[in-house]
C-alpha cells in the first residue's frame, strides 16, 4: 500500500513526509513573511495543543499542513518550555489516534512499519476479536506509560512471541509511539536562526503557556488519586500512615495537603489518621478541612516544596523522577503521564 500526499497531510510525522518536505529544498528563511500560511498553521497546532491539549483544525492545503508541523516543532523547540513540548507532543498524538481508529487495517500496518514495528494482520482462521499481532518488543515498549489491567502484558494474548491486539489498541499504541517520536524531534540542541517573525510566534506561545500553566498542570492530574504515581517521600508517608506509625508535624501536613491537592475527599483523609493511637477526630477533622480550604481563610494549602522537606528529613529514597523536579506535585504530574 502506498501513503497518499494526503496520509501525509494526517500523519506529517511519517519518513515519507519528511522526505517529502526535504526533497522541496525549503530554508526556513523562505518562510520569514509575516502572514506565511504555513507559519500561520503552525501557530495554529501549538495554540491548539496548549488550550485543548488536541488539534482537530486541518488546512485544506495539503503542502501546508506537510509543512507545519515540522515548523510547529521547530517552534515548540525555540520555546525551551518542557510543558509546551509535552503538551504539543501530546496532542500531535490524540489527533493521529482519532484519525488512525478510522483507518483501513492495511494503512495502520503501513504506518506501524514506518516506526519499525513487527506487526502482521490476523489470519481470520484464527477466529479471535483481534486483528493484528505485534511482537512483545514493540508492544512492551508502547505500554510503559498506559495504566490499566488490560495492558500488562500476563493479561494479553500471547503466542510465538506476538502480542494480540484488536485495530483500535492498535492505534492507541501506535498514539504513544507518535507522542515518544514527537517529543525526541524536540530534544534537538541545536536550532537554526528563526526568522523574526517565527520568532514573534514564538513569543506569543510562550506568553499563551504562562496565562494556561496552572490550568494545564490541573487538567495533568488525574481526575482519581493514582497511588502509583505517589513520589517517594509521600508513598513513605501514606504507607506510615496507613500502618498506624506516628507522623511528625511536617510530615502530617505535607501528607494531609498532598492528598488534598491530588483529590483525595476529606473523610477519606480522615479515615487514614484513624490508624493513628492518638486519633482525636473532632481535631483531625478541623486540620483537615482547615488545610484542605474549608474552613478559616479557605484557602488550599499545598505541600512544601523538596527542598524543605530534604531540610526536615522527609524526603526519603529520591528516584530519577526526583532530579528533575522540585516539587511533590510535579513529581505526581510527571509520573502520572507515564504511567497513565
Partial sequence: MTLTKSDLAKYPFLKQAV????????????????????????????????????????????????????????????????????????????RAYNLLKTEPKEKIMKIAENFQWKILQVDTSEKTPYQFKIHF????????????????????????????????????????????????????????????????????????????????????????????AFPPCIKSLYEKLSSGSHLSHIGRFTLTSFLVNVGMPTEAIVDLFRNLSDFNERLTRYQVEHIAGERGSRTRYIPPKCETLKTHGVCTSPDEICNKINHPMAYYRRKYMRIK
Fill in 19 to 94: 522526505k517529502y518536505v526535504e526533497d522541496l529544498k525549503l530554508n526556513i528563511r523562505d518562510l520569514s513573511d509575516p502572514d506565511d500560511p504555513v507559519v500561520e498553521r503552525a501557530e495554529d497546532r501549538l495554540q491548539e495543543a496548549l488550550l485543548f491539549a488536541t488539534i482537530t483544525k486541518y488546512s485544506k492545503k495539503e503542502d501546508v499542513e506537510i509543512l507545519s508541523f515540522p515548523v510547529a516543532v521547530l517552534m515548540a523547540s525555540a520555546t525551551k518550555d518542557p510543558l509546551i513540548k509535552r503538551r504539543y507532543a501530546l496532542a500531535e498524538a490524540k
Fill in 137 to 228: 518488543t514493540d508492544y512492551l515498549k508502547n505500554t510503559t506509560s498506559l495504566r490499566g489491567k488490560k495492558w500488562k502484558l500476563v493479561n494479553r494474548l500471547l503466542n510465538n512471541g506476538n502480542v494480540y491486539i484488536t485495530k483500535n489498541e492498535a492505534a492507541r499504541l501506535l498514539a504513544e509511539e507518535i507522542r515518544r517520536h514527537i517529543e525526541g524531534k524536540m530534544e534537538t540542541k541545536e536550532l537554526p536562526e528563526l526568522p523574526e517573525n517565527i520568532m514573534k510566534k514564538v513569543e506569543s506561545i510562550k506568553t499563551l503557556a504562562i496565562s494556561k500553566r496552572e490550568k494545564i498542570k490541573l487538567e495533568e492530574i488525574p481526575k482519581t488519586v493514582v497511588i502509583e
